[in-house]
C-alpha cells in the first residue's frame, strides 16, 4: 500500500455541489451558516445513518455522496433493501466550501463528539477537538440523529489509504462492502481517534460503524463508480 498519498482532486464549483442537495431538504446550520442537507427514507428494515463530508477537504466522500444522491436521492428513491436510510452528503459544508478539514470555527468534527476519552487541545490544531465536547452545531445535530434516528448501522465516508475501518461490531457489514471493493478492513487505524464518530456510536455505544476511506486522490469523476458496489452491499 502506497504510504505517499496523493492530494484530493477539488471539485472546481464547490457551492454548485452543494446546493445539488438541496431537494433533500435542510436539517440545520453549520457553524458557518451553511445549509446541511439530508432527509430521512421511509423503510422497512433495518435503520441506516449514511454520512459523506464530516471532513470537507475529503472530496472523494463527498464524489461518491453526490453519485448515490444522483442515482438515488435525487428521485426520493432508496436502494431496494428495505432499509430505512438517514441520508447526509455533506455534514461540514464549511469546510467543503473552503476546501478543510475543519468548521467554519476551526474544529476537527470527527474529534468533537463527547466520547469518555474526549481530549481538549489547542486551536489550529490539525484534530482540533473545539471549546468543548460537543461544541459545534453539526455535532449537536448528529447526536441528536442518533437520539431521535437510533441507527442500527452508521456509514461514514472519508478518504485516506483504501480501508474499511470498523468500529464496534461491524465486521459482517465490512465483509459485504469488501466482496464489491478489495479494501483492507481494519480495526485499528494506528493512532487513537478520541471524540470521533466511530469512537462514539461504535466503540462506545456499540452501533455498528465503519469508516470508509475511500482512496485519496482517486480522480472524482471515477469516485462513484468505485465504491457505488460497497455501497449498495449494505445500504
Ligand atoms: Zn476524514
Known sequence: MAEELKASEKF??????????????????????????GRRFAGTGKRILFIGGVHG???????ATQGFFDEFAAADKKPQHGSELFFIPVLNPDGFLNASRHNANGVDLN??????????????????????????SESQLLLQILDDFKPEFILSLHSWKPMFNVNGPAHAYARKMRSALPYEITEDIGYPTPGS????????????????EIERGLPL??????????LLAVL
Not at 197 to 212: C, D, M, N, Q
Not at 221 to 230: I, L, M, N, S
Request: net charge negative; aromatic share 10%.
Open 12 to 37: 472546481s464549483a464547490p457551492h454548485a455541489v452543494l446546493a445539488n442537495f438541496a431537494p433533500l431538504g435542510v436539517l440545520g446550520k453549520s457553524a458557518g451558516g451553511a445549509p446541511i442537507y
Open 57 to 63: 477537504n475529503e472530496t472523494e466522500g463527498i464524489a
Open 111 to 136: 474529534r468533537n463528539m463527547p466520547t469518555r476519552d474526549w481530549l481538549k487541545n489547542e486551536p489550529g490544531e490539525k484534530y482540533y477537538s473545539g471549546p468543548a465536547a460537543a461544541s459545534e
Open 197 to 212: 464518530l466511530g469512537t462514539y456510536a461504535g466503540f462506545e455505544r456499540e452501533i455498528p460503524t465503519i469508516t470508509f
Open 221 to 230: 469523476a471515477d469516485v462513484y463508480r468505485t465504491v457505488r458496489g460497497a
